[in-house]
């Protein structure tokens, strides 16, 4: 059975860190694109990061995260995970991790929607 699992999530002050991490089974994780969503409420989910598959060579941020968050690769585990420093009250949303074959392209042009999704975990930033 396929599965996505995010963790890691929960309540921290502004101006601290947090790490997320994705972890996956049931398909070959080593092949697909991992990418991170954020939604709340009155608002679509968006596209905040995103890691190519195979050599995970490619990485994508949006702007409002550049330079604050870092997505990663453990292919030994199947996990991605998603460091978060400086976190801002305006980071709090339900985050959500979905894989896609090979490529961020199409999700990042919003052109695709994940094959396969997790069910999403809180992260709240107090402030």
């Known amino acids: 059975q396929v599965q996505l699992v995010e963790s890691g999530g929960g309540l921290v002050q502004a101006g601290e860190s947090l790490r997320l991490s994705c972890t996956g089974s049931?398909?070959?994780?080593?092949?697909?694109?991992i990418a991170w969503f954020r939604q709340v409420p009155g608002k679509k989910r968006q596209i905040i990061s995103c890691?190519?598959?195979?050599?995970?060579?490619?990485?994508k941020y949006a702007a409002s995260v550049q330079g604050r968050f870092t997505i990663s690769s453990d292919n030994a585990k199947n996990a991605v995970n998603l460091q978060m420093d400086r976190l801002e009250s305006a980071d709090t949303g339900t985050y959500y991790c979905?894989?896609?074959?090979?490529?961020?392209?199409?999700?990042?042009?919003?052109?695709?929607?994940?094959?396969?999704w997790g069910k999403g975990i809180l992260v709240t930033v107090s402030s």
């Open positions: 890691i190519s598959g195979f050599r995970r060579s490619e990485k």
């Open positions: 049931g398909f070959p994780w080593n092949d697909y694109a």
């Open positions: 979905g894989a896609t074959e090979y490529t961020c392209v199409g999700l990042w042009s919003s052109l695709a929607t994940p094959k396969y």
